[in-house]
Each structure stands twice: as C-alpha cells, then as structure tokens.
C-alpha cells in the first residue's frame, strides 16, 4: 500500500493496524476489470507481507453497488478474451476472480466486508473469502449469470460453503428474475449483521479495529485454521487444529500480560 498508486481501488491505513480498502468505480458500479484484478493481487501481497497490517476493511465507493462483478463491457468483442474462447470452451483457463480472493491470495489477516446496494455476479468472489460480513438496508444479492446464458458455478459453489445450499441454488437458477434482501442473506449466512447505512463503514472499521487489537498470532491462525478446516474431514481437521494451538498460542501468549488483556469495551448484538 505504498509506492506506485492504485488505479481502481482506494487504500488508507489507521493507526490501529487496520488498512480500509475502497473499490473505487462506481461510475460503472465498481464493476471489476483487468486493472482492478492486477490491483488486488498486488493489494493481498503487500497485505500480507506487511506486519503492521493486523486486519482489513473491504468497502465500496458510491450507494448504488458493492460490486456486479465483471465489468462485461470491456470484454465484449474481445477476441484475446481468456474466458470467452468460442473455440475452445472447455480448455482450462484462469479463474478470472483468483486475483481478487484473499484466502486463494495466502491472507489470513481477517477481512470486513460492508456491503451496500447491490451485491452480484463476481462481486462473491470477495464476499465469500471475507471472514465477516456485514450490510446495510437495502443491500441486494444476486447471481445474474443463467439469465445471460451463462453456467452459475465458481459463484455459487463457494457461496455454498457461506450459506444454506438450498437459497445458493435458488439465487444461482433464478438469475436476474429474483433479489436476495439483507434479512434473507442474515438469515442463510451470508451476512452476520445488517447495519444503517450511514453507520456501515464506521460500524465495519469498528469491529476490524476490535480484531486487530489482539494478539496477531492467536487471530491469524484462528482464522487458517477455520479456513482450511473446509478442505477436509472433521477428523483431519480437528488434527490439523490441534497443531495450531500448539504453535500459534505461545506466539500469541508472547509479551501478553492476561491481566491487562481486556477489551477496552464490549458491545452486544
């Protein structure tokens, strides 16, 4: 987050160890392209080669979207398209969303999603990968990709692993012809809180802040562990668990003063 600026995506740091990142096109509502893609993957490498970063906040600029995914406009017509290629429709081909994913990018520093307007399409690429999410009012989620002619299957298959598979298959068959409202994304998962609008930011920057105050290690392998723990059985992961606490609660313990080691406040919900 130093150096070279951005092209599509804001970026600012806190003095609490937490970094606010601001998708930032709203003109087409914050729609990703190939720029953004390269923002990110830079974005998640210096996220999380950064020791002073203890936590991420995941916003948007504008009220009319989070993010529709994949800014179609730019590849329309594009014959270098590497996920348009009539020829050859089943040859293997980049994820167009890998870069965007910061547990595929190896960050385990928590991320705060706050999501308002509509939520579509890749725009899960991010919210399925974000540890909390949270939402305003009138926020929205869809998956548009049958409506256009195309197989619903990155999206929703890791939004099955967020949500009840029931209202995952409903949101990926119905497309454009239904919206998911904040109240039923609470209620399947999705998102753990629905939030005023004009408190969403500050309430996200709150709860990220809140993360970072604690001990790095002790946070960052919770969240590895729990992570990881989706690629196998329950017993391999309970293994695998074991180990973290093995090795991450020292780390965590180092210099800690459990006396002291208290929020500064609490809240309820």
Request: negative net charge; aromatic residues 8%.
């Amino acid at each position: 987050m130093t150096g070279h600026p951005y092209r599509t995506i804001l970026t600012e740091r806190t003095e609490t160890g937490v970094a606010i990142v601001t998708l930032n096109r709203p003109e087409v509502l914050n729609a990703f392209n190939e720029a953004m893609r390269a923002d990110f993957a830079r974005l998640w490498t210096e996220v999380r080669e950064d020791p002073s970063v203890k936590a991420v906040v995941l916003r948007a600029a504008g009220d009319k979207a989070f993010s529709t995914g994949l800014d179609v406009t730019e590849r329309t017509g594009n014959s270098d398209s590497p996920w348009l290629d009539k020829d050859a429709p089943w040859d293997e081909k980049e994820d167009p969303g890998h870069q965007l994913s910061p547990k595929r990018n190896g960050v385990w520093k928590p991320v705060v999603a706050a999501v308002q307007g509509m939520c579509a399409g890749g725009a899960f690429y991010w919210i399925t990968e974000c540890d909390i999410v949270v939402c305003s009012p009138e926020a929205t989620f869809f998956d548009p990709h049958v409506t256009y002619g195309m197989v619903a299957a990155l999206e929703p298959i890791a939004l099955s692993y967020r949500m009840h598979f029931s209202e995952t298959l409903r949101m990926a068959l119905l497309g454009l012809y239904e919206r998911m409202t904040a109240e039923t994304a609470k209620s399947a998962g999705l998102v753990t809180e629905i939030v005023p609008r004009d408190e969403l930011h500050d309430h996200a920057l709150k709860l990220a802040e809140a993360i970072a105050s604690q001990p790095a290690a002790a946070v960052q392998g919770t969240v590895k562990a729990m992570w990881q723990s989706l690629d196998r059985t329950r017993a391999q992961a309970l293994d695998t668990a074991l180990m973290y606490t093995q090795v991450g609660n020292p780390l965590g313990a180092e210099g800690l003063d459990r006396k002291s080691a208290k929020p500064a406040k609490w809240w309820t919900r």
